[in-house]
């Protein structure tokens, strides 16, 4: 079998001791950012970014990665706990969890929410592994039309079924296509946008963006906010569930997974979406829905199990069509983009270490969650009593840091001050700032793919409508406009966002 | 539905994307636009900044229309200080060395908070500057001096 002969390969790279320390380091990281409010994995993986320069590829994005699933089970654990969500994707686990952690049974709470989502990790990991060769072998036929329109199709889905406004998305998925068009223009050397700053000549740095906009606009508009904190902390006595919790959390366990899967490959629904389902559809198949809302364990494991899903199966698009699904995907792609890879289907065939390296760790990742991070609950929970006062600062002084040692150049810390301010402006207006990364990313291969052609088309646009599978793309494109301009969709939509 | 213009947020947005188009069409101007076989440097940012500039025009018709109020409320006071403490950040490692230019960022940054306390904030900076030094510059040995002559 060949799967299991790449899995093999993966394990032996993600088992190597340095590869394994990375993704300790990842997860340990991502599972603290997770506890604390305030600072998400954008932001962190945005700031650590510039550490990874140094590692080998294989072993940055292992530890990416680790920061982003650690996330999504740190931000259940505060969720469960002190009824707040560490991460959006647990505002549903809060509803169900934080009633449980009042009635004394924080415990099995927890121990369920690692126990779904260790199982959605593994079958992710295994999605991943069954489905990303195939889709690589697709890809790799694609021509330069298929490729523009992929890539339409993805930015396209990714603003408008993210969550808030759509126009808002689409106008921020523009800006961040112009924004990657800043510095010498590949086919003439023309200098873009460059204000006549050499230090522009090369684009503005992947990681001034995502500093800028993730890290201190967010900072800024957290600092308005005068929301207080409410601290109630519950007590882990029993970490075990019952037998009858085990019994009730199969199913919702198993169609948490589902769900999570299915919304994890579609671009731009976060892992919030897939809970928010997954938890709806428990609540609908329940004998007993009034049970929901007062402690019902399977409110806690449909959405933990869905959400994890979703987080690991955004990777499929990414590391097979070099099309990312998320602003996540968006920093994976530049990191590797800045080690020297270019994405796409090829990695898979030149660079096999990378992407079975990459799933074996994720397994591994996910396990050293269960086993670690289980016992250390009580360490976490104390964290979140560090005030943001002092976390702020913090974060400020790391983020400078981390930029100013890429290119030890002062013009890029002003730039990441000004794309702070940018962002905050942008989350006041109702502007959601990842679509902007997405465009960020992509505009330079967008650009170059449409310009290849029409010179292969002899400057003929229907060419993106005569080929089958860029037809098929553009095709999907209108359909998911057209869908989101019927208005029951829409309201169900804004339901959602609230 | 009254909302005041100066606190509209679609006005604000729509204004904001039609400034960014405009400017982003008018500046590529002076690019080669080229034709559609060859396309120039000009001619992806020119359709990028049209469409930005019509996003914007529907958004502004749209405030017009159904104002929407900018909800919540903001820190003017974290707005001007925390870019203020990044840019004196970069002023200070270039004509000040590592240590002072950490300092001032981190206390800087400490005094946006409406819980600022002076005495903890003072402490605070010292010791996140004590351990940046020990882990970035002795531990990965990032090539900064800890302290120059103001030059």
């Given at each position: 079998?060949?799967?299991?002969h790449?899995?093999?390969?993966?394990?032996?790279?993600?088992?190597?001791?340095?590869?394994?320390?990375?993704?300790?380091?990842?997860v340990?990281?991502?599972?603290?950012?997770?506890?604390?409010p305030?600072?998400?994995?954008l932001?962190?993986?945005?700031?650590?970014m510039?550490?990874?320069?140094?590692?080998?590829?294989?072993?940055?994005?292992?530890?990416?990665a680790?920061?982003?699933y650690?996330?999504?089970?740190?931000?259940s654990?505060?969720?469960i706990l002190?009824?707040?969500?560490?991460?959006?994707?647990?505002?549903?686990?809060?509803?169900?969890?934080?009633?449980?952690?009042?009635?004394g049974?924080?415990?099995?709470?927890?121990?369920?929410?690692?126990?779904?989502?260790?199982?959605?990790?593994?079958v992710?990991?295994?999605?991943i592994?069954?489905?990303?060769?195939?889709?690589?072998?697709v890809?790799?036929?694609f021509?330069?039309?298929?490729?523009?329109?992929l890539?339409?199709?993805?930015?396209?889905?990714?603003?408008?079924?993210?969550?808030?406004?759509?126009?808002?998305?689409?106008?921020?998925v523009?800006?961040?296509?112009?924004?990657?068009?800043?510095?010498?223009?590949?086919?003439?050397?023309?200098q873009r946008?460059?204000?006549?700053?050499?230090?522009?000549?090369?684009?503005?740095?992947?990681?001034?963006?995502?500093?800028?906009?993730?890290?201190?606009?967010?900072?800024?508009?957290?600092?308005?906010?005068?929301?207080?904190?409410?601290?109630?902390?519950?007590?882990?006595?029993?970490?075990?569930?019952?037998?009858?919790?085990?019994?009730?959390?199969?199913?919702p366990?198993?169609r948490?997974?589902?769900?999570?899967?299915?919304?994890?490959?579609?671009?731009?629904?976060?892992?919030?979406?897939?809970s928010?389902?997954?938890?709806?559809?428990?609540?609908?198949?329940?004998?007993?829905?009034?049970?929901?809302?007062?402690?019902?364990?399977?409110?806690?494991?449909?959405?933990?199990?869905?959400?994890?899903?979703?987080?690991?199966?955004?990777?499929?698009p990414?590391?097979?069509?070099?099309?990312?699904?998320s602003?996540?995907?968006?920093?994976?792609?530049?990191?590797?983009?800045?080690?020297?890879i270019?994405p796409?289907?090829?990695?898979?065939?030149?660079?096999?270490?990378?992407?079975?390296?990459?799933?074996?760790?994720?397994?591994?990742?996910?396990?050293?969650l269960?086993?670690?991070?289980?016992?250390?609950?009580?360490?976490?929970?104390?964290?979140?009593?560090?005030?943001?006062?002092?976390?702020?600062?913090?974060?400020?002084?790391f983020?400078?840091?981390?930029?100013?040692?890429?290119?030890?150049?002062?013009?890029?810390?002003?730039?990441?001050?000004?794309?702070?301010?940018?962002?905050?402006?942008?989350?006041?207006?109702?502007?959601?700032?990842?679509?902007?990364l997405?465009?960020?990313?992509?505009?330079?291969?967008?650009?170059?793919?449409?310009?290849?052609?029409?010179?292969?088309?002899?400057?003929?646009a229907?060419?993106?409508?005569?080929?089958?599978?860029?037809?098929?793309?553009i095709?999907?494109?209108?359909?998911?406009?057209?869908?989101?301009?019927?208005?029951?969709?829409?309201?169900?939509?804004?339901?959602?966002?609230? | 539905?009254?909302?005041?213009?100066?606190?509209?947020?679609?006005?604000w947005?729509?204004?904001?994307?039609?400034?960014?188009?405009?400017?982003?069409?008018?500046?590529?101007?002076?690019?080669?636009?080229?034709?559609?076989?060859?396309m120039g440097?000009?001619?992806?940012?020119?359709?990028?900044?049209?469409?930005?500039?019509?996003?914007?025009?529907?958004?502004?018709?749209?405030?017009l229309?159904?104002?929407?109020?900018?909800?919540?409320s903001?820190?003017?006071?974290?707005?001007?200080?925390?870019?203020?403490?990044?840019?004196?950040?970069?002023?200070?490692?270039?004509?000040?060395?590592?240590?002072?230019a950490?300092?001032?960022?981190i206390?800087?940054?400490a005094?946006?908070?409406?819980?600022?306390?002076?005495?903890?904030?003072?402490?605070?900076?010292?010791?996140?500057?004590?351990?940046?030094?020990?882990?970035?510059?002795?531990?990965?040995?990032?090539?900064?001096?800890?302290?120059?002559?103001?030059?």
């Amino acid at each position: 079998m060949d799967l299991f002969h790449n899995l093999i390969f993966g394990f032996g790279v993600a088992l190597s001791l340095q590869n394994l320390l990375y993704c300790l380091i990842g997860v340990t990281v991502g599972t603290l950012i997770g506890v604390l409010p305030g600072i998400g994995p954008l932001g962190t993986i945005a700031i650590l970014m510039p550490i990874t320069y140094g590692i080998a590829p294989v072993g940055a994005l292992i530890m990416l990665a680790g920061i982003y699933y650690g996330a999504q089970y740190g931000g259940s654990t505060t969720a469960i706990l002190v009824n707040l969500p560490g991460e959006t994707s647990a505002v549903v686990t809060c509803i169900d969890g934080y009633q449980m952690a009042r009635q004394g049974r924080a415990g099995p709470a927890l121990a369920i929410a690692a126990i779904g989502s260790f199982f959605a990790g593994t079958v992710g990991t295994l999605l991943i592994a069954l489905f990303g060769p195939p889709l690589a072998d697709v890809a790799l036929k694609f021509g330069s039309p298929e490729y523009f329109s992929l890539m339409l199709m993805g930015l396209v889905a990714a603003a408008v079924l993210a969550q808030g406004d759509m126009v808002k998305s689409l106008a921020m998925v523009v800006t961040g296509l112009l924004l990657g068009l800043v510095g010498s223009d590949v086919n003439t050397g023309v200098q873009r946008f460059s204000f006549g700053f050499p230090e522009l000549s090369d684009g503005i740095g992947f990681v001034v963006v995502a500093v800028g906009v993730f890290a201190i606009g967010e900072i800024i508009t957290n600092l308005g906010d005068k929301e207080e904190r409410r601290v109630f902390t519950a007590t882990v006595t029993s970490l075990f569930p019952s037998k009858e919790d085990m019994k009730r959390s199969i199913g919702p366990i198993l169609r948490g997974t589902g769900i999570g899967s299915f919304f994890g490959v579609l671009p731009g629904t976060g892992p919030a979406i897939a809970s928010f389902a997954s938890y709806m559809l428990e609540k609908k198949l329940a004998a007993d829905p009034s049970r929901f809302g007062r402690g019902a364990i399977e409110g806690v494991a449909a959405p933990e199990s869905a959400n994890n899903a979703d987080a690991q199966c955004k990777f499929i698009p990414m590391l097979t069509l070099g099309l990312p699904a998320s602003g996540v995907m968006a920093l994976m792609l530049g990191a590797l983009t800045i080690q020297g890879i270019q994405p796409g289907p090829e990695v898979m065939t030149q660079r096999p270490e990378l992407f079975w390296g990459l799933i074996a760790s994720m397994w591994i990742g996910n396990l050293m969650l269960v086993v670690l991070n289980l016992p250390m609950i009580g360490l976490w929970v104390k964290l979140l009593q560090v005030p943001y006062r002092l976390l702020f600062p913090a974060i400020m002084a790391f983020s400078a840091i981390g930029i100013y040692s890429v290119n030890n150049s002062s013009f890029e810390i002003y730039l990441t001050a000004l794309f702070g301010v940018f962002g905050f402006v942008c989350m006041r207006l109702g502007f959601p700032p990842a679509p902007m990364l997405l465009g960020y990313v992509l505009g330079p291969m967008m650009e170059e793919n449409l310009r290849r052609s029409m010179l292969m088309s002899g400057g003929d646009a229907s060419v993106f409508v005569t080929r089958p599978i860029s037809l098929a793309f553009i095709i999907a494109t209108v359909l998911i406009l057209l869908v989101m301009v019927v208005p029951a969709v829409r309201e169900r939509r804004l339901d959602m966002a609230d | 539905m009254n909302v005041k213009l100066s606190n509209n947020k679609d006005v604000w947005a729509g204004m904001m994307l039609i400034a960014i188009g405009a400017a982003a069409m008018v500046i590529a101007r002076s690019y080669p636009f080229g034709t559609a076989l060859r396309m120039g440097p000009g001619y992806f940012p020119i359709i990028l900044g049209a469409l930005l500039t019509l996003f914007g025009l529907f958004i502004l018709a749209r405030g017009l229309r159904r104002g929407e109020a900018i909800a919540g409320s903001s820190s003017l006071r974290a707005l001007i200080i925390l870019p203020l403490s990044l840019v004196l950040f970069g002023v200070l490692m270039e004509h000040g060395g590592f240590v002072p230019a950490m300092i001032v960022l981190i206390f800087g940054s400490a005094t946006a908070s409406t819980e600022f306390k002076l005495l903890e904030a003072l402490l605070f900076s010292v010791a996140l500057t004590a351990l940046s030094v020990a882990v970035f510059v002795w531990g990965l040995g990032l090539p900064y001096p800890l302290i120059t002559d103001f030059n």
